[in-house]
């Protein structure tokens, strides 16, 4: 087998060790999101929600439970995103030539990216679940030894095959581009509504249809979907709304991102076929 | 293998409406050391990315050491080495680590990168900065290093695409005692660049290139020649009188007198001619005090065969020259 891809991985696991900054502000920056955001939303929402009855029979989930597995999942789409950024540059730069020149087929170029950015957010989402259970968020709870291996494993594939889909996607609009104004552009431009027309931190059940049909088609809902399954379960309530999820569901979820990845990988061999570095 | 190590036939390429290479054909001999001299635009970079593989073939034929580019280019690659126009290192990769990745990238074995990371450090004189990252290199330093990433897979033949360009006179002159090793080893050399100097003191033989065309190949010697413009300087007592006498010689083209001396150009190779001028004067009792034989200079090549001097000669020129020709 043909291993090149895990040259483009070595080298960019150097990079990301060896820029100090870089490593800290990706580590950190979870972590205040929950500190920052998760306790004073939580604060807010448990306050608005502490008058409505409670479903009978339901175990309930407070509101930093419920937005951690949304900032995984958050945290999950901006690494990912960013993840092919680095082409970009080495395109600039002319380090691509290098790479393209060699007999390394393309296609592991963008595999080694990949495989090195779903390193990154597996780091992140365990430093996430790590700090969340230490602030306080209800993961895991009640779950055997067993099941809590079980269920980090599902988060993490979960949260690998929704980082591959986005680090293609990304890798091939890095390929794609001159210049990095243009791909910091066309990056917020997607994670607006993917972010927010999602069930990552707030229920889709209020939306607007328009929004809803988003939100049912986002990956990143299916994403989030996934991760709660496994970190709270099938049945709970939150913010006063009843949550369940059949292990058909979850699977469809999931069969859905392992489409949107294939799709996006697609994407990206085509427009690495296409670009040319001189 | 026998056969050229490099041979191109009618090699055309375009970007849209812009001929970048119009037909040219040309082929290297294994061991050789061959140039492609040109001003900015001439097509240079283009028919070496064609080459290397970067760019697509678009019209005619080229194979490298026996590999057709277009039919076989992943051979090709594992053929070559290069050294591209602009640095092409990593900032915050190591030495060590460059080397390392290239290694990887062509599929070498761990033992043998290992082996080849430490001759090559040592040929390019950089083990002292093994695991320094290239950030903090000399330029010279780095294109050391990212020659010894062009022979890291003991290539058959090194592409050196304008190799010591913005390199001070001293770092240029390493380089090419570097370059001229890297040959002597036996590994083949194209490079291209536009420094007069640079082709004539390197190269077995030289394309002198511009438009997109190959006007003239030979070697430094015969391109010189081929102007049949030797120019001789002599100093005798009597200057007027060996004017006269050598206005009546056939071999001599133009007179022209100086303070102290007398230069003429030739028709034909200087080397040959001188003899019998000084004997010609010696037979009228006139006793040359000084003679100077000069070889025309690649310069005076260039201004010949393109009927302009290189647009933007940059170590040569001003500043403005080479800004106002920068095509990058």
């Given at each position: 087998m043909n291993t090149g891809f895990l040259t483009v991985y070595w080298r960019d696991m150097i990079r990301f060790f060896r820029f100090r900054t870089m490593l800290i502000s990706s580590l950190v920056q979870p972590a205040l999101w929950m500190a920052f955001f998760g306790i004073a939303m939580s604060a807010n929402f448990d306050r608005l929600t502490s008058v409505i009855p409670p479903i009978p029979g339901v175990p309930s989930v407070d509101y930093l439970?419920?937005?951690?597995?949304?900032?995984?999942?958050?945290?999950?789409?901006?690494?990912?995103?960013?993840?092919?950024?680095?082409?970009?540059?080495?395109?600039?730069?002319?380090?691509?030539?290098?790479?393209?020149?060699?007999?390394?087929?393309?296609?592991?170029?963008?595999?080694?990216?990949?495989?090195?950015?779903?390193?990154?957010?597996?780091?992140q989402a365990i430093i996430i679940m790590v700090f969340g259970i230490f602030l306080g968020a209800a993961f895991f709870a009640g779950f055997s030894a067993g099941q809590t291996i079980i269920s980090i494993a599902g988060i993490l594939l979960f949260t690998g095959t929704f980082s591959l889909g986005f680090l293609f996607l990304s890798a091939a609009i890095s390929i794609s581009l001159?210049?990095?104004?243009?791909?910091?552009?066309?990056?917020?431009?997607?994670?607006?509504?993917?972010?927010?027309?999602?069930?990552?931190?707030?229920?889709?059940?209020?939306?607007?249809?328009?929004?809803?049909?988003?939100s049912v088609i986002n990956p990143l809902s299916h994403l989030v979907n996934?991760?709660?399954?496994?970190?709270?379960?099938?049945?709970?309530?939150?913010?006063?709304?009843?949550?369940?999820?059949?292990?058909l569901e979850i699977?469809?979820?999931?069969?859905?991102?392992?489409?949107?990845?294939?799709?996006m990988f697609a994407f990206a061999v085509w427009r690495f076929r296409k670009a040319s570095v001189t | 293998m026998?056969?050229?190590?490099?041979?191109?036939?009618?090699?055309?390429?375009?970007?849209?409406?812009?001929?970048?290479?119009?037909?040219?054909?040309?082929?290297v001999e294994e061991g050789e050391i061959f140039s492609f001299l040109g001003p900015n635009g001439a097509g240079k970079s283009t028919a070496i990315n064609v080459l290397i593989t970067l760019l697509a073939i678009q019209q005619g034929k080229a194979t490298i050491a026996g590999f057709d580019v277009k039919?076989?280019?992943?051979?090709?690659?594992?053929?070559?080495?290069?050294?591209?126009?602009?640095?092409?290192?990593?900032?915050d990769m190591t030495c060590r680590e460059i080397l390392e990745f290239h290694g990887r990238l062509y599929r070498m074995p761990a033992a043998e990168r290992k082996k080849r990371i430490d001759e090559l450090l040592s040929l390019v004189e950089l083990d002292a900065k093994r695991n320094v990252r290239t950030k903090h290199l000399s330029g010279g330093m780095k294109r050391r290093?990212?020659?010894?990433?062009?022979?890291?897979?003991?290539?058959?033949?090194?592409?050196?695409?304008?190799?010591?360009?913005g390199l001070d006179p001293q770092t240029r002159m390493r380089m090419w005692e570097y370059i001229k090793t890297v040959n002597d080893e036996g590994t083949s050399i194209f490079l291209t660049?536009?420094?007069?100097?640079?082709?004539?003191?390197?190269?077995?033989?030289?394309?002198?290139?511009?438009?997109?065309?190959?006007?003239?190949?030979?070697?430094?010697?015969?391109?010189?020649?081929?102007?049949?413009?030797?120019?001789?300087?002599?100093?005798t007592a009597d200057l007027p009188r060996t004017r006269a006498i050598l206005s009546r010689m056939d071999t001599v083209r133009e007179i022209r007198e100086k303070s102290r001396g007398i230069v003429i150009t030739l028709d034909g190779d200087g080397t040959k001619i001188l003899p019998g001028i000084i004997e010609g004067l010696a037979g009228n009792d006139i006793r040359v005090s000084a003679v100077n034989l000069k070889k025309p200079s690649m310069d005076d090549v260039f201004l010949h065969f393109t009927g302009r001097e290189l647009r933007d000669a940059g170590a040569h020129k001003p500043a403005t020259a080479a800004i106002s020709a920068g095509r990058r």
């Open positions: 439970t419920f937005m951690s597995a949304g900032v995984i999942a958050m945290t999950t789409l901006f690494t990912s995103l960013f993840g092919g950024v680095v082409l970009l540059f080495d395109k600039n730069w002319g380090l691509m030539r290098e790479i393209f020149a060699s007999p390394l087929p393309r296609n592991h170029i963008i595999f080694g990216i990949a495989l090195s950015g779903m390193t990154k957010t597996f780091i001159e210049s990095p104004e243009g791909l910091q552009g066309i990056i917020t431009l997607l994670t607006m509504p993917i972010f927010f027309a999602s069930n990552a931190l707030y229920p889709v059940d209020a939306f607007p249809p328009l929004l809803q049909a988003i996934g991760i709660r399954y496994f970190a709270i379960g099938g049945n709970f309530q939150a913010i006063g709304i009843h949550y369940t999820a059949t292990p699977v469809i979820s999931f069969l859905l991102l392992v489409a949107f990845a294939l799709l | 026998a056969g050229p190590i490099i041979d191109v036939e009618d090699l055309y390429h375009r970007f849209g409406e812009v001929v970048a290479v119009d037909g040219i054909s040309f082929s039919e076989k280019p992943q051979q090709v690659r594992n053929s070559i080495g290069i050294v591209f126009q602009d640095v092409t290192l990593d900032r290093l990212e020659i010894a990433r062009g022979l890291m897979t003991r290539p058959r033949v090194l592409f050196l695409d304008e190799p010591t360009i660049t536009h420094y007069m100097d640079e082709a004539d003191h390197l190269s077995d033989r030289i394309s002198i290139i511009d438009h997109g065309r190959i006007v003239v190949t030979g070697t430094s010697y015969e391109l010189k020649n081929t102007l049949g413009e030797d120019l001789i300087y002599l100093e």
